[in-house]
C-alpha cells in the first residue's frame, strides 16, 4: 500500500516504521527538527531489544507524493485543523483516512444513528475544517492502545502495547476494514475489526480522561496517581459517571471503572501523553479528551459533577501553563 503518516512523533513514528518495516511504500509529513533527523538517519524505533531503522520519504509537502491508498493523521488534536487543510492533496475517492489520536474524533457523532446524530464537535472542529477537508466516507475509525515516547527527533521508543481497532463510523462490517485489519495484522500488531468501534473509542476514553487532565493538574505518573487514595476515588467517581453518559449516548462497554483503573496500574510508572506535553511545553489536548465530553454532557443534561470540576481546574491551569489552543 502506498501509505502516508502525517507527523512523526510517538505513535507516528511508531506506526510508519512497522508498516514500512512490513513491506509498504511509507512517506511521512514531518517539520523542523523531526523531518531533518528522518532524512539524515531515517525512522529509528525501539521496541524491546530490536532498534528497527525505517529509510521512509520524509518530506514537509504533501503535494510531493500524490494520492495515497492509506493516510494517518497522527498529530496532536490541537494541530489536527492546520494538517488536514495541508494533507487534501493526498486524498482521493478510495483512499482510506484514520486519525490516531486520543480523545472524541471529530466525526465521532457524524454518523451515528444513536444520540447526538450529526452533531459537530466543536469543541474538536470549531469551525468544521476538518469535516469540509476529509470527505466523512473516507473515514474509518481508529482506536490506538499502545504506549510510545520520543527519545529525540526521529526517534521513538515503544513502551508497550499493541493493540489496534478498527470500524466504520456508523457501525457495522465493511470489506475495507477487513483489509485494513489484515494489513496491520500482518505488520505486527494486534488488530482487530470491531462493529462500534465508538465503543471501543469512548472505552479508551474512560482512561484518557481521567488519568490525563489529572496529570496535568498534579504532576505524576500513572501509578502514584492511581496508588493514592484519594486521587482513586476522583477517579472511580468520575469514571462512573463517564460510563453513564455513555449509556445515555448508546455506549456500554462492558467494563468497569476497577477494571479499567486496573489495566493502567499493570503497566507501571507511565507519563500520561499530557504529562509529556506539559514537560515538553506544547499544546494540551484537554479539549479533545474532556472538553468534547463536557459537550456532550452538556447536549444530553448529564450533571457529571466530578468530571466537569476536574475540567474546569485542568483548563484553568493548562491556561496558566499558556498551554491551551485557542
Same mark, same amino acid.
Given at each position: 500500500m502506498r501509505i502516508t503518516v502525517i507527523g512523526a512523533g510517538a505513535i507516528g513514528g511508531f506506526?510508519?516504521?512497522?508498516?514500512?518495516?512490513?513491506?509498504?511504500?511509507?512517506?511521512?509529513?514531518?517539520?523542523?527538527?523531526s523531518l531533518a533527523?528522518?532524512? $539524515? %538517519?531515517?525512522?529509528?524505533?525501539? @521496541?524491546?531489544?530490536?532498534?528497527?531503522?525505517?529509510?521512509? =520519504?520524509?518530506?514537509?509537502? +504533501?503535494?510531493?507524493?500524490g494520492i495515497q491508498d492509506l493516510v494517518i493523521f497522527a498529530v496532536k488534536a490541537p494541530a489536527l485543523p492546520t494538517a488536514v487543510a495541508s494533507a487534501k492533496a493526498l486524498i482521493g475517492p478510495q483512499t482510506v483516512v484514520?486519525?490516531?489520536?486520543?480523545g472524541l474524533p471529530w466525526w465521532f457523532?457524524?454518523?451515528?444513528?444513536?444520540?447526538?446524530?450529526?452533531?459537530?464537535?466543536?469543541?474538536v472542529?470549531?469551525?468544521?475544517?476538518? $469535516? %469540509?477537508?476529509?470527505?466523512?466516507? @473516507?473515514?474509518?475509525?481508529?482506536?490506538?492502545?499502545?504506549? =510510545?515516547?520520543?527519545?529525540? +527527533?526521529?526517534?521513538?521508543k515503544h513502551m508497550s502495547g499493541s493493540r489496534i481497532v478498527f470500524g466504520e463510523p456508523a457501525g457495522g462490517d465493511s470489506e475495507r476494514v477487513e483489509?485494513?485489519?489484515?494489513?496491520?495484522?500482518?505488520?505486527?500488531?494486534?488488530?482487530?475489526?470491531?462493529?462500534?468501534?465508538?465503543?471501543?473509542?469512548?472505552l479508551k476514553l474512560l482512561g484518557n480522561a481521567c488519568f490525563n487532565p489529572v496529570s496535568l493538574l498534579v504532576g505524576r505518573a500513572t501509578d502514584e496517581m492511581i496508588d493514592d487514595p484519594f486521587l482513586h476515588?476522583?477517579?472511580?467517581?468520575?469514571?462512573?459517571e463517564l460510563l453513564d453518559l455513555g449509556r445515555q449516548l448508546g455506549l456500554a462497554p462492558e467494563i468497569d471503572p476497577k477494571q479499567r483503573i486496573a489495566i493502567t496500574r499493570k503497566l507501571?510508572?507511565?507519563?500520561?501523553?499530557?504529562?509529556?506535553?506539559v514537560e515538553g511545553r506544547k499544546p494540551v489536548e484537554l479539549e479533545a479528551i474532556l472538553g468534547s465530553v463536557v459537550a456532550a454532557a452538556d447536549r444530553v443534561g448529564a450533571p457529571i459533577p466530578c468530571t466537569r470540576t476536574t475540567y474546569a481546574l485542568a483548563r484553568m491551569q493548562a491556561m496558566t501553563l499558556g498551554l491551551l489552543p485557542g
Open positions: 506506526l510508519a516504521c512497522k508498516l514500512f518495516a512490513a513491506g509498504h511504500e511509507v512517506n511521512v509529513i514531518a517539520r523542523g527538527a533527523a528522518i532524512g $539524515e %538517519q531515517g525512522l529509528m524505533l525501539h @521496541t524491546g531489544d530490536e532498534l528497527l531503522t525505517a529509510r521512509v =520519504c520524509a518530506t514537509c509537502i +504533501p503535494e510531493e507524493l484514520i486519525s490516531a489520536l486520543n457523532f457524524l454518523k451515528s444513528t444513536q444520540a447526538l446524530s450529526g452533531l459537530r464537535l466543536e469543541t472542529d470549531p469551525h468544521g475544517v476538518i $469535516e %469540509q477537508a476529509i470527505p466523512i466516507d @473516507t473515514v474509518v475509525g481508529c482506536v490506538v492502545f499502545p504506549s =510510545c515516547t520520543v527519545l529525540s +527527533p526521529g526517534v521513538i483489509t485494513l485489519t489484515k494489513v496491520f495484522r500482518e505488520a505486527g500488531f494486534d488488530a482487530h475489526a470491531h462493529a462500534n468501534v465508538r465503543e471501543e473509542i469512548w476515588t476522583v477517579f472511580i467517581n468520575m469514571m462512573d507501571g510508572k507511565v507519563k500520561t501523553s499530557m504529562l509529556q506535553d
